[in-house]
């Protein structure tokens, strides 16, 4: 029956937590060392630091997919390494921390050195530090790297990715086509105009934190830089949100808004079909804009 088992849950379990001798009989009748050893997908979402560390009884070399939920109260540094040495084959990552990427980035840079079969990463808000991109641009299968926000974590803090500047080397990023990261729109524009940046994704959305007077200014420049060096993409979004979090706190919040002209560069992205903008202040765009930007825009998807 175990040899069936290819998708497991780990929820909190009220109390009724898993105890090794409820296995005594599956760990005398096995046929392999491995309690599940056709499991392709783990998902541990347990808020119980017991039932959590037991799961790792269910990591093993073939699994494909693992969705992990880290309770507040165990360290990630010591789990990096037990998926590190267990599932190194794993292809689909998605890895939620209540706490601060800082205080475990070189863990976790370490751990995502070993796992070169990836073709899929998702981690929360504000993780994709400069050293962890750097070390994503070297995995070789790599086609997804995604930032998501989650309800039950932590306040976020955007200062943790900053400066965004990777160092990549040649050769970066050879299968990469979705990217969501969070860098203000100065250091996106950078990171796409140095050399070996991921020029050939087709999906790229971008959370920015500030509320910087310029930033009018700073999306018409990013738009234009990204417009002459990514010139495949198909799906852009720009969600634009207050820094509330302290470098940005006490700025002008009634800058300028944004207007049509600062939004244009659109339009010469030769494969672009879709566009999102979001922004705290309302869009400075009229009837007429939208007009001109239908009749100028053949690919937009309606």
Request: glycine residues 2%.
């Amino acid at each position: 029956m175990a040899s069936r088992v290819k998708y497991l849950t780990v929820k909190y379990m009220y109390g009724h937590w898993f105890k090794e001798r409820d296995l005594g009989k599956v760990a005398t009748t096995r046929q392999t060392f491995h309690i599940l050893p056709n499991l392709i997908q783990l998902t541990l979402t347990t808020i119980n630091e017991d039932e959590f560390w037991f799961s790792v009884i269910f990591l093993h070399p073939m699994l494909q997919r693992l969705v992990l939920e880290i309770p507040k109260n165990v360290p990630p540094k010591r789990f990096f390494l037990e998926i590190s040495h267990r599932s190194s084959k794993l292809c689909h990552l998605d890895l939620r921390m209540p706490i601060h990427v800082r205080s475990v980035e070189a863990e976790l840079t370490a751990m995502l050195t070993t796992l070169t079969n990836l073709k899929t990463v998702i981690v929360p808000c504000y993780c994709l530090s400069s050293s962890i991109i750097a070390c994503l641009s070297r995995l070789p299968n790599l086609g997804t790297i995604q930032s998501q926000s989650y309800s039950n974590r932590e306040i976020e803090r955007p200062a943790d990715v900053r400066p965004f500047c990777p160092v990549v080397l040649e050769g970066a990023f050879p299968s990469l086509r979705n990217l969501s990261c969070d860098a203000i729109l100065r250091d996106i524009s950078s990171f796409f105009a140095a050399t070996f940046a991921p020029v050939n994704i087709t999906s790229l959305h971008i959370k920015t934190a500030s509320i910087a007077t310029d930033m009018a200014l700073s999306v018409f420049k990013c738009l234009t830089d990204l417009c002459h060096t990514c010139i495949r993409l198909k799906h852009l979004s720009l969600d634009l949100t207050m820094d509330r979090t302290g470098e940005a706190r006490g700025l002008d919040e009634n800058s300028m808004p944004i207007s049509f002209k600062d939004i244009c560069p659109i339009i010469d992205f030769p494969h672009l079909v879709s566009f999102e903008l979001t922004h705290y202040l309302p869009l400075d765009i009229t009837d007429d804009d939208i007009d001109r930007l239908a009749r100028n825009w053949p690919s937009l998807n309606p």
